[in-house]
């Protein structure tokens, strides 16, 4: 996904494991557990035009991102 911000957050819910890289940087894992809530997926960014990729297990519930 493209984005133009310096945050990005996921809402998620359920159970598993959420795999985010920034660019060409290493992938970091976010563990998703219960009831929809919001998740840090990219924080401290400089803003610039940026690529995000995502790798959802099954099990999560992916409702939306915010950018800031």
């Known amino acids: 996904m493209r984005f133009h911000a310096t945050t990005v957050r996921m809402v998620l819910a359920g ?3 959420v795999r985010v890289r920034q660019g060409d940087g290493a992938w970091r894992d976010i563990d998703v557990s219960g009831v929809p809530r919001s998740y ?3 924080t401290g960014s400089d803003g610039a035009d940026a ?3 995502l ?3 099954t099990g999560v519930e ?3 991102f ?3």
């Open 15 to 17: 159970t598993g494991t």
């Open 40 to 42: 840090p997926a990219v």
């Open 51 to 53: 690529v995000l990729d």
């Open 55 to 57: 790798q959802v297990a």
């Open 62 to 64: 992916v409702y939306s």
């Open 66 to 68: 915010t950018f800031g």
